[in-house]
């Protein structure tokens, strides 16, 4: 981890980002601790989850890691949230599947209370808001909180209602799903006063393997499809297996639907590929 944000440093890559699961494929750290691990090395690059799960962590603990991260990074923080789409993990958690939706939305009303200066507090079904959390985040109105949504109406519904930002995922929207995703976006925020200008608009879970040699990219690909039950052809445009020609059309496509930052996630060769992207695949873009 400290190689490899040193890399994306020394690269110019303006995140660095981790995400949550309790239980995964593959043994899987902590996302908070993660970054946390990185911070010394991660001078001028902003700290980002992709996503936090705060009805599995629960918004109160969560809020207080976020508070720490955005302290001691200097104010770097973008707090990214989801409800999670793991039932593994809910059950280690002890939580019902089942409720993840009213959950979350309740949990970000927690997050808003505990981490921004002058919220109102908040007493839901679930969750409350109880005595202020100590010390408070580096800024007043706390680490922007993005919140992850695949596009569905309501998920955007609850992106414009709730959020600061919208950080969708790579393979489960395409660019010209992006384009109509964030049209309706717009019409939401205006329905509340809000202007989809300068509102940031990301992807996450941004598979990446560039390489010119066919073999190789089937070969990812074809694992990807396997992990995501998907078939290799829905992935195609949507993730950056491929040419460093292929990669920088999907990031063109996606620059043109909108999409203000992606998040790589390098599915093997983790430095080569972030030097692949850098210095390949952007001067295309």
Known sequence: MASYTDRARELGYGFISANDHLVFQKPWLDGIVALASVIDRSDGMQLATTLSLP??????????????????SGGRLVLGVGPGSSERDYESAGL?????????????????????????????????????LEPRPMRPDGPPIWIGSWGSDAGLRRVARLADGWLASAYNLSPAQANAARAKLGIELAKRGRRLDGFPCSLATMWTYVTEDRRTRETHLSALA???????IELHGTVLVGSAEDCAATLRAYADAGIDHVFVWPVADAQEQLERIMLDVAPLV
């Open 55 to 72: 009805v599995i962590r629960g918004p109160a603990a969560l809020a207080k890691a976020a508070a720490a991260l955005d302290i001691v």
């Open 96 to 132: 019902s599947f089942d409720e993840r939706w009213p959950r979350f939305d309740e949990s970000i009303r927690v997050l808003r209370a505990h981490l921004t200066t002058g919220a109102p507090r908040f007493e839901g079904r679930f969750y409350s808001a109880g005595p202020e």
């Open 226 to 232: 396997r992990m995501l039950n998907r078939s290799a």
